[in-house]
């Protein structure tokens, strides 16, 4: 039994232990300050991006943009064209129709700050994980975030109105969920992860690799009872999918066509393989000469990630963060390869990877801390100042790749239907001051409906895809039909003018630099 004495000497103590001590949620502030500061500057960044033009347009963007508008004024998922939105899922534009509806902001003018908050939130959601796994190499997580917030892979999403903005974000907060619900393994922290995982779904259709990843990193778990795993495996499966299986029957109802027309792939799984190594080779900085080994860069990354999660597996510590990330990480990759290889889509790009950014960098320096502090003698210091003045050139090379479209851009905007190759186009002027050209009844093609509709507010139809022989079998069979023709696209999968004119013989009835409007009737051959 301790004395009187000891008993107020270690009184005395605590007390003293209280006033030293920060108390814990201002320490857990603190230690994210870092974090904070470096969220504040990705705000900027995007903000310096899109000052001159706003967000970034493409076709995608004005699908989203539209349907987000017929959903917040009308209840309804029609997009420009006034056709149900099949080939995306619905929650990015709904996501946007309720910020349009709170903020009475239609989502072009309001997506520059929309994708500045987002940008904000990954970079700080990024540093708070890395802080949970790397607790004694605070120069680490400060390199991480130097180089999210100077990933040209990721300046680019964020300067577009695109739905990987809110992807991305989407799978921090799994990663964050599935951490936690590894500390208790209890059905109520899994659900978190199912519900993060099912908005994902219909989010972005590949949002099936957090399903993936999810459903992996349960199979591996060495701490769960083999009958509490197969029961929390079919959980999370049958739910993580159920908004994303509603989505698909919605779809079906309304077109017969769960996602949309979708073509065969014409790209075999190893040229596949090599566009996804070049991506990976361009966010290395590595010089042009190392696209050559891009297959191989991208075999071996994809083969170290599958080695790492089996040792861990093999070691009975597959329970972390940096688990979590590298398992993401090896999944997306393969289903982006594998998806390319079986349906046909645009080429494997940094904007098709981005999702991958974050984890991919964690997964491949995360192991470098823990290396270094292995290293007992002061050789540690040495390898810790070169690793440093690597990846220090590394960012350097990336800041230059941005300074140099941020160069271009604050003159003339983001690429897309927001710069001034279209907001000062001859074509886009004359068809905003001659839409009373166009009689009603009347279809009107076009080879940019996306464009026409931005521009002038009118809906049209898409030239028809040369693949779908139906489709352009009907399109010859109208008797009348306008045709708006932008000069400045090129999509060789369409149908060409030349082709059309070569059928139909369509009368020029107005136009400008830059494109053209044709009218067919049957009856004036």
Same mark, same amino acid.
């Given at each position: ?222 701490? =769960?009872?083999?009958? #509490? ?5 079919? *959980?999370? %499966?049958?739910?993580? @999918?159920?908004? $994303? ?126 290396? =270094?502090?292995?290293? #007992? ?5 040495? *390898?810790? %100042?070169?690793?440093? @003045?690597?990846? $220090? ?133």
């Amino acid at each position: 039994m301790a004395s009187p004495g000891q008993l107020k000497q270690h009184c005395n103590f605590k007390t003293l232990q209280q006033t030293t001590q920060p108390p814990m949620k201002l320490s857990r502030y603190l230690n994210n300050l870092d974090s904070f500061i470096a969220a504040l500057v990705g705000f900027y960044a995007i903000h310096l991006y899109t000052k001159y033009s706003g967000v970034g347009l493409s076709p995608d963007s004005i699908m989203y943009a539209s349907t987000a508008t017929n959903i917040q004024a009308h209840g309804s998922l029609l997009t420009f064209n006034k056709t149900p939105l099949v080939f995306f899922p619905v929650f990015y534009p709904f996501f946007l129709g309720v910020i349009q509806f709170f903020s009475g902001t239609d989502p072009v003018r309001a997506g520059a700050m929309i994708n500045a908050f987002l940008f904000a939130g990954v970079i700080f959601t990024s540093g708070w994980i890395v802080s949970k796994f790397i607790t004694h190499a605070r120069i680490y997580k400060w390199i991480i975030l130097i180089a999210i917030i100077l990933s040209p892979a990721l300046l680019e999403v964020y300067t577009y109105l695109w739905s990987e903005t809110l992807f991305i974000i989407e799978i921090l907060l799994f990663i964050v969920a599935y951490s936690r619900y590894m500390r208790s393994h209890t059905t109520r922290a899994l659900m978190l992860v199912i519900v993060i995982a099912a908005i994902s779904c219909i989010t972005r259709y590949a949002a099936v690799t957090i399903i993936g990843a999810g459903g992996l990193m349960l199979l591996l778990d060495n701490e =769960l009872p083999v009958r #509490k795993k197969i029961k929390h495996i079919l *959980l999370f %499966g049958f739910l993580s @999918i159920s908004l $994303l299986i509603g989505n698909l029957i919605l779809n079906s109802y309304n077109t017969g066509l769960s996602t949309g027309t979708r073509e065969p792939s014409i790209t075999p799984f190893v040229d596949n393989l090599r566009y996804f190594g070049t991506v990976i080779c361009d966010w290395g900085a590595l010089s042009e000469s190392a696209d050559a080994y891009a297959a191989l860069i991208a075999a071996v990354i994809l083969i170290a990630l599958i080695g790492i999660l089996a040792w861990k597996t093999y070691k009975r510590s597959i329970n972390s963060y940096e688990n979590i990330v590298i398992a993401f990480a090896l999944v997306y990759g393969l289903f982006i390869v594998i998806s390319a290889s079986i349906s046909r889509y645009e080429r494997i790009n940094s904007r098709l990877l981005s999702p991958m950014f974050i984890p991919l960098l964690i997964a491949c320096t995360s192991w470098v801390p823990d290396v =270094l502090l292995l290293v #007992k003698s002061k050789a540690r210091y040495v *390898l810790a %100042g070169i690793t440093v @003045i690597m990846m $220090l050139t590394f960012e350097y090379f990336t800041y230059r790749v941005d300074w140099q479209r941020y160069d271009d851009e604050r003159d003339y905007g983001v690429p897309g239907y927001s710069d001034d190759d279209w907001n000062k186009s001859e074509f886009v002027v004359y068809l905003r001051q001659h839409k009373d050209i166009f009689k009603p009844g009347i279809p009107i093609y076009t080879d940019a409906d996306e464009a026409v509709y931005l521009f002038t507010g009118m809906s049209s139809t898409l030239i028809p895809h040369k693949f779908f022989k139906n489709k352009v079998d009907d399109f010859y069979s109208h008797k009348k039909f306008y045709l708006i023709w932008f000069d400045n696209l090129y999509n060789s999968e369409l149908l060409s003018l030349p082709d059309i004119l070569k059928n139909k013989k369509p009368v020029k009835i107005g136009g400008a630099k830059q494109g053209e409007i044709y009218y067919y009737d049957e009856n004036l051959k």
